[in-house]
Structures are given as C-alpha cells and as structure tokens.
C-alpha cells in the first residue's frame, strides 16, 4: 500500500481546481506562515535547541528571522512579482500583446535538511507558495524534534488541501520519489542530490539542487590577523560548523599561519570561554554518525587548537588544524563540524590553482586590505557566491540569488528568485484574430516578393 497516494492526489486536485493562483489565497498561505513563526516561537527555538543546541541567538537570527523576512518580502511584492512582464517585439509581432507569464508548476516537493531545519524548510515554501503552487514538504528525519513541530503544528496555519508534510528517511523518501512532481526542490548532500536528480529524470521533473562542499577562505599576507580571525571563528563555528556556506579551510602562507593561530585562539576563548562544551553559545553535532565521522577528521595534520570531543555530549571543540597535506581527508570531504585546517600555499597564484583544481564551491571567501587582491581570486575562481572580508553575509542579501554552481548545486533562490524559481516563465503571444491581409506574405506559395520582406 502507498502510503503517499492520497495525498498526492489531495493536493493535485486542489491544483487543478485553480483554488491557489488568485493573489488573496497566496497571501493568505504567507500571512499563515508568519502567524505560524510568531505564534509558535518558543516552541520552534526549544526544538531547535534539543536537535541542535542552537542557541536563543542563532535560531532567531539563522532561522526565525531570515524566515520572517523572506515572508514579509514575498507579502510586499507578491503582486508586483506575478504581473505580466511586457518585452519587447520585432517587426512581424509590432501589433500583438508579447509578455511573460510567471505560472505555477502544480505539485512541488521539497526535501530539507537538518542543519537549518527551520529555514531550509520555510525559505523555499515561501517561493513555492508565493508562486501558487502546492507543496509536499518532506524535512529532514534527523532533526527529530524540529520535524515534529513541522509535521504537527505548520499545516493548521495553512490551507490543508494544498499543503502537506510527509516525514521519513531515504528509504521512504525513495518511494515518494517513485511519483511524479511538477518541481522538486532539494537541499542536501551532494551524494543524494545525484539520486534526486536521477529519480526527477525518470519523470522529466526540473530540479534546484541546494549542495554542499568545501569553501575555501584564502588568507592575503596583507591583512589584519586578529580581525580575520574574529570573522572566521565566528563562521566556521555558528551552528557547531553544520553550515553549508562555512569557511571549510583557510589557505594562507606560513608567515600569516603563524599570526592566524594565536589570534584564532584569542577569538575561540573570547566566543565561548576556556571550556567552550560549557558554553550556551556552541551548538552540538547533530548526530553520532556525523560526531565519529569529525572526531575521525582530528586526527589528519597537528591539532594546534581545541582537539576535544566527548561523545556523550555529542561535542566537538573548536579545532584548528595545521600541517594538513591536500590528500588527507579531512581535506577532501566537506567537514561541516567546528574543524578549520590550514594549508599553506606559497602565493596567491598557487591558492588560486589550488581552489581551481577542486571542485566548485558553494562559497569562496577572500581576505585582504588589498582590493586587488579580493578581485584577483573573484575574477579567477568560480563558487555559488562570493563574499570579500567576511563569512556568509552574502546570503543575508534576498536582493542575491542564492545557489551553487556545478558540484555545490544548481538553480537558486531567495526573495524574488525563489518566486521565479518556482513559476514556469511561460511565452505569451497574443495576436488580434483580424488583420489578415497583412499576414497572408507568410503563406505559400512563395515568390521572391515574399523575400524582400
Ligand atoms: P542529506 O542529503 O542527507 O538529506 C537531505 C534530505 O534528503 C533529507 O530530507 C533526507 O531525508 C533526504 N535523504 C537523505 N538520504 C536520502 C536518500 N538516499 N534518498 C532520498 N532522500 C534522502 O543532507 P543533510 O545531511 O540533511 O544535510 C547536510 C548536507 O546538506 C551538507 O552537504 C550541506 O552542505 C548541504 N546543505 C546545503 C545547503 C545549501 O543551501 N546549498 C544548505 C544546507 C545544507
């Protein structure tokens, strides 16, 4: 028995019916999504901390916030987003009506991951419902308690016939995939994303594929260590390193290794004290799969910083490691825990062949008082995004598309791209049924009059 079937055909009938393209129900479906936020904050950040140990901060700021402004966005210019957009015309169309129309795709699925669970769950919906689709969300099984409050709360705040959660793991989700979607939306591993895409090619289905990697952080000689350090402790370390845009490694030279180090102890012990495991501000690894596979990763290179784990607490310390050679693992798998190496490289040129060998980041990071330099690795590299002088602040712009770019993923979104994202650009032509005599050029039979046109 599928247990998907109903649902599924639930929510295909709603879309048939037309119910969610008029503006007021799309409105309506936003304004229930930030009632849900509003009305149910203290439950979401408890759960959020029990599946993460997110702190009160970081879930406002990472999850409650960015999620309420991309809502508030999409309420501000959902019509303005939906309007027809003129183009312009040639010769033989100078007397029709030529436009793009954003429609919806029909029945979307989108699959979150656990590390925002929050977000990355109503970031996309907000586009998906905007755009008048219907929406099966699937959240991650693994942030069990954040899931829950998805699965249990969310719907009552929205039109249930044309919204559903579904839960389970990969071997559930296998059987969903099994149906046809007009549009998935998946985040997530990259391994996964190759069976996404493979299951969305059996039935055509056009995909954003929201990936991971390694992002480089290339460290110029010339800039201030102790505020470099500040910037991507902080990055590396928000959400116990689970971020898909984090720092991954710092490339550098010896001479700035040996002035990052001391300053990026200074800026862990300023964060979360002599014994960061009793700090309310770091959070914990979501899992013991993913705690044995960093505490496997310390043990590549010298531990020159923290190297504390205790699995009990399911706690990694801030870590950073020195003397790591590009060929251990730790150095070809995406770390996404509080673990920083550094790779020395003996110039700019060499970071930069050195990011190029690899594959293409989800972000790319550059650090220098020098904007020549900033420019140099942004002009000759290729990431999802890019920010200079700082961590993922690129990603807190909604006027930004959002995405990756080869491995790290495809297609985008945040604010009015998620919107596009989720609407099929349809071409629009609309020629008065009159006016023939001037058409009639075009018919057969042709003569070189109908050539001089
Ligand atoms: P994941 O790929 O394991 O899981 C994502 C979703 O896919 C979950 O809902 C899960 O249930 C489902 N899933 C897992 N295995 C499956 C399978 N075999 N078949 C079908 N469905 C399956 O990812 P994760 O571990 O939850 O998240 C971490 C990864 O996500 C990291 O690689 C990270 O970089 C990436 N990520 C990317 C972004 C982005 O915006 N680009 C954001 C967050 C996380």
Same mark, same amino acid.
Request: charged residues 20%; aromatic residues 8%; proline residues 6%.
């Given at each position: 028995?599928? =247990? ?333 825990? =509080? ?115």
């Amino acid at each position: 028995m599928d =247990p998907f079937v109903d649902t599924l055909q639930r929510l295909r009938e709603a879309f048939v019916s037309g119910r969610t393209r008029p503006a007021e129900f799309r409105a309506a479906q936003l304004k229930g999504l930030s009632r849900f936020l509003q009305e149910n904050k203290q439950l979401l950040q408890e759960a959020l901390a029990q599946d993460l140990h997110k702190s009160a901060f970081e879930a406002e700021l990472s999850e409650i916030s960015i999620s309420q402004n991309e809502i508030n966005l999409a309420l501000r210019n959902l019509r303005a987003w939906m309007k027809d957009e003129k183009v312009s015309k040639n010769l033989a169309t100078q007397l029709d009506s030529a436009f793009i129309r954003k429609e919806p795709f029909g029945l979307v699925l989108i699959l979150s991951p656990w590390n925002y669970p929050l977000n990355l769950s109503l970031g996309p919906l907000v586009g998906a419902l905007a755009a008048g689709n219907c929406v099966v969300l699937k959240p991650s099984e693994i942030s069990k308690s954040t899931e829950k409050v998805l699965a249990e709360v969310l719907p009552r705040y929205l039109d249930q016939s044309c919204f559903a959660v579904v839960l389970g793991g990969p071997q559930e989700t296998g059987r969903l995939l099994e149906h046809k979607f007009d549009y998935i939306f998946f985040t997530g591993n990259p391994q996964v994303g190759k069976i996404i895409m493979t299951a969305a090619a059996k039935h055509l289905t056009p995909i954003t594929l929201e990936l991971g990697g390694k992002n480089p952080c290339y460290v110029d000689d010339n800039c201030d260590p102790q505020t470099v350090a500040n910037r991507v402790a902080f990055f590396r370390c928000f959400n116990a390193g689970q971020t898909c845009v984090a720092p991954d490694y710092v490339l550098c030279s010896p001479e700035m290794q040996a002035r990052l180090v001391p300053a990026l102890q200074s800026a862990i012990t300023r964060f979360y004290g002599d014994d960061p495991q009793s700090s309310p501000n770091l959070g914990r690894i979501i899992s013991q799969k993913h705690f044995q596979r960093l505490r496997g990763l310390l043990s590549f290179g010298r531990v020159v910083i923290g190297g504390q784990s205790d699995e009990s607490d399911l706690y990694i310390a801030p870590t950073v490691l020195v003397d790591v050679q590009e060929t251990d693992p730790v150095m070809q798998e995406e770390i996404f825990g =509080p673990i920083l190496p550094i790779v020395n490289v003996r110039s700019l040129g060499q970071a930069i062949d050195f990011i190029n060998r690899r594959e293409k980041p989800l972000a790319l990071y550059a650090f220098s008082n020098s904007s020549q330099v900033v420019k140099r690795v942004l002009a000759q590299t290729s990431s999802g995004g890019f920010c200079g002088n700082d961590g993922f602040m690129h990603l807190t712009l909604a006027s930004l598309p959002f995405g990756g770019v080869g491995s790290s993923g495809m297609g985008n979104y945040h604010g009015k791209f998620s919107f596009d994202t989720f609407s099929h650009h349809r071409a629009c032509l609309l020629r008065p049924p009159g006016l023939e005599k001037i058409y009639t050029i075009r018919y057969p039979p042709h003569t070189p009059r109908n050539l001089r046109v």
